[in-house]
């Protein structure tokens, strides 16, 4: 099994720019989530989704939006970029809800100049 | 501010030593769960623990969670090298469903 494939690993953009961090999942999974990290901060909760068609905000939705067309895929968008969004970006997923064991993906860095 | 506060930040200790990590918060969780992650990779699950009072041990880590589930430990005993890493509590409470909050963190380094 592949578990969670986040694409890509490493991105730089300037700001302004838009781009698509991709999240896919094969465990048939119900709830996914999207997560930044940042140094003495922990994973702050950007978006979550209990499943197809359905999504909400986390803790640290601005400047972020998401969308869950399939169980597999959970795509984050950045539509204007800013260097306060440079972070390293976890999506995560669980069978049914946040109380579960959550299976990480190995994250994409991303960089804003 | 975060929900779950985690202490200490960092720790540094010799190997054949104990270390507790702890994680407080003043809110309730309905359960709360402990991750590991070593350098360019995401958290992996260590443990979850449901009811208060409760204690889990895996090999040489004990749990427990706190009788009025509001708090958690994380205990190492004997520490190896392999045990390095960066120790994250994180939890979700019944009037927030959906969002598993996280605390910031533990960086534990176990030198030989």
């Known amino acids: 099994n592949a578990g969670v494939t986040q694409t890509p690993k490493f991105q730089v953009l300037k700001t302004g720019q838009s781009m698509t961090l991709q999240c896919a999942q094969d465990?048939?999974?119900?709830?996914m989530s999207w997560y930044r990290q940042d140094p003495g901060m922990g994973l702050r909760l950007i978006h979550y989704?209990?499943?197809?068609?359905?999504?909400d905000q986390g803790e640290v939705p601005n400047g972020y939006n998401v969308s869950r067309s399939t169980t597999e895929d959970f795509p984050l968008r950045l539509l204007s970029a800013a260097p306060s969004q440079t972070s390293v970006y976890f999506c995560?997923?669980?069978?049914?809800?946040?109380?579960?064991?959550?299976?990480f993906g190995d994250g994409t860095r991303l960089s804003i100049l | 501010t975060q929900l779950l506060e985690q202490s200490p930040q960092f720790l540094s200790i010799q190997e054949g030593e104990n270390l507790t990590v702890y994680c407080n918060s003043s809110?309730?969780?309905?359960?709360l769960q402990w991750y590991r992650q070593e350098p360019g990779e995401g958290p992996v699950l260590l443990v979850t623990?449901?009811?208060?009072?409760e204690v889990k041990k895996l090999k040489r880590l004990t749990f427990q969670f706190g009788d009025a589930r509001k708090d958690s430990s994380l205990h190492i005993t004997a520490a190896q090298p392999g045990d390095t890493g960066l120790y994250l509590c994180?939890?979700?409470?019944?009037?927030?469903?959906?969002?598993?909050?996280f605390g910031a963190g533990t960086q534990v380094v176990v030198t030989p």
């Open positions: 809110s309730v969780f309905s359960s």
């Open positions: 623990v449901v009811t208060g009072g």
């Open positions: 994180a939890g979700g409470t019944t009037d927030s469903w959906g969002k598993l909050q």
């Open positions: 995560a997923s669980s069978y049914h809800g946040p109380d579960q064991p959550q299976h």
């Open positions: 989704s209990v499943g197809a068609g359905i999504t």
């Open positions: 465990m048939n999974h119900e709830y």
